[in-house]
Nanobody
Framework: QVRLVESGGGLVQPGGSLRLSCAAS????????IGWFRQVPGKEREGVAC????????YYSDSVKGRFTIAGDNAKNTVDLQMNSLEPEDTAVYYC???????????????????????????????WGQGTQVTVSS
């Protein structure tokens, strides 16, 4: 069993930065597919950044590409999301998710890289954190 806890959210002005951290208790995140997702009330959940544990490749949604960076820290057993140049549109509750046994069909993999599929295919991740609020406002 993996329990995920997000931290680092808060209020920041446009153009500012925040670093979210996803910590796993009682288990290791090594080998898990990891994703950072966000949700705004009334909108669909968006996968913003994901890591494929098989080869370490990453995926970023177009809305955050070039501004956000996802990175794992094996020593701390965390996966962080560095968010720079924040915009009001980034305001959302951010969740991390993990799964040791993500199954991607050959059909899916023929159309997109695994890391992208982990973010965009509405996969049933086994473990989710409780979420952390990020508010970008002046």
């Amino acid at each position: 069993q993996v329990r995920l806890v997000e931290s680092g959210g808060g209020l920041v002005q446009p153009g500012g930065s925040l670093r979210l951290s996803c910590a796993a208790s009682e288990s290791t995140l090594d080998g898990h597919a990891i994703g950072w997702f966000r949700q705004v009330p009334g909108k669909e959940r968006e996968g913003v950044a994901c890591i494929n544990p098989g080869d370490g490749t990453t995926y970023y949604s177009d809305s955050v590409k070039g501004r956000f960076t996802i990175a794992g820290d094996n020593a701390k057993n965390t996966v962080d999301l560095q968010m720079n140049s924040l915009e009001p549109e980034d305001t959302a509750v951010y969740y991390c998710a993990a799964d040791l046994h993500v199954i991607l069909t050959s059909t899916i993999l023929s159309t997109m890289p695994a890391a992208q599929a982990m973010c965009v295919m509405n996969l049933e991740y086994d473990y989710w954190g409780q979420g952390t609020q990020v508010t970008v406002s002046s």
